[in-house]
């Protein structure tokens, strides 16, 4: 796996400015070691890129904490933050009030958070999927899957088992007409407004994501407002492999995804290793955030 970590930091340096010298920086690194939308482009594209992206962030800043003002692109300034993409965020802005805005950038990645089966019971209420996937039911299909070797039996039993999770979850949220409670929602819209590392310090968190050659916000999911309907999760059958449920705020037209994912493979300790497919390690939920989005060209 290539380390694009060079390449990340080049690129949020030059989303503040001197588009030019953080271009000819990416150029120099190796073409396997850029993120994706860097690979096999030259100084020029880079830096239109960089700086399209950047006028993006702005005129989102400038839109929603400057409000019927005169302020233009030109105004708004950013700041590099930690050079470490585990701590803190990627960009600072800091507002006229001296309050600050944490923005953290992603190139190209498709998952926008990931959750554990805890955090998804507290989101939705309900323990299905946590009972169906429970450590007893996996050590058990361990066994039978070292004996066997049989994927196809292992996920026969293991859709089976999600099949009942699923119609116990749909029963569940149609008993409370498939909306979230509030506190819920409180739950849900603050994890997910997060960027995954307790120490972003701003007053305000804004997450972009780099789509195709422009960088498109699905913004800040906003606390409090509408209400978020879930949707029946289909079973599971030949056409329909993986578990997913869809939530949908119509006051703010933002859609959830949760998939229900195996990360890795389970290797045995005489060295067998199982596909993560067959549901035999720690399960979790990959969580997308899609909105109807206005893109700055």
């Known amino acids: 796996m290539p380390n694009v970590d060079s390449c990340v930091r080049e690129a949020e340096a030059g989303l503040c400015g001197d588009f030019k010298q953080h271009s000819l920086a990416i150029t120099r690194i190796n073409d396997n070691e850029r993120v ?10 880079i830096e239109f890129i ?7 962030i702005k005129a989102h800043i400038i839109d929603r904490f400057y409000p019927n003002s005169n302020v233009s692109i030109n105004d708004i300034s950013l700041e590099h933050g930690s050079n470490n993409n585990k701590e803190g965020a990627d960009l600072i802005h800091i507002l006229p009030n001296k309050e600050r805005i944490d923005i953290e950038v992603k190139f190209g990645e498709k998952t926008d958070k990931n959750i554990g089966m805890d955090k998804f019971e507290k989101i939705f209420g309900s323990q299905a999927f946590s009972k169906a996937l429970s450590k007893e039911n996996r050590n058990k299909w361990r066994e039978l899957y070292c004996q066997e070797l049989d994927e196809q039996k292992q996920l026969d039993r293991l859709f089976s088992v999600l099949n009942v999770a699923i119609t116990e979850f749909n029963k ?3 008993n409370r007409n498939y909306t979230l409670t509030k506190e819920e929602q409180k739950f849900m819209e603050d994890e997910l407004n997060t960027s995954g590392t307790s120490n972003t310090k701003g007053n305000y968190y804004l997450k972009f994501v780099l789509k195709g050659n422009n960088l498109s916000s699905f913004g800040h999911l906003t606390t409090g407002i509408g209400s978020w309907v879930i949707q029946s999760v289909k079973p599971l059958y030949s056409k329909v492999k993986r578990v997913n449920v869809f939530v949908k705020n119509y006051t703010t037209n933002i859609q959830i995804k949760y998939t229900l994912n195996w990360k890795n493979n389970y290797k045995y300790k005489n060295g067998l290793r199982a596909a993560a497919k067959l549901g035999l390690k720690t399960p979790n939920w990959n969580v997308w955030i899609t909105a109807e989005i206005q893109e700055i060209y």
Request: charged fraction near 25%.
């Open 36 to 45: 994706l939308i860097f690979r096999g482009k030259e100084a020029q594209d």
């Open 50 to 56: 960089l700086q399209t992206c950047s006028q993006t």
């Open 172 to 174: 569940y949220q149609e």
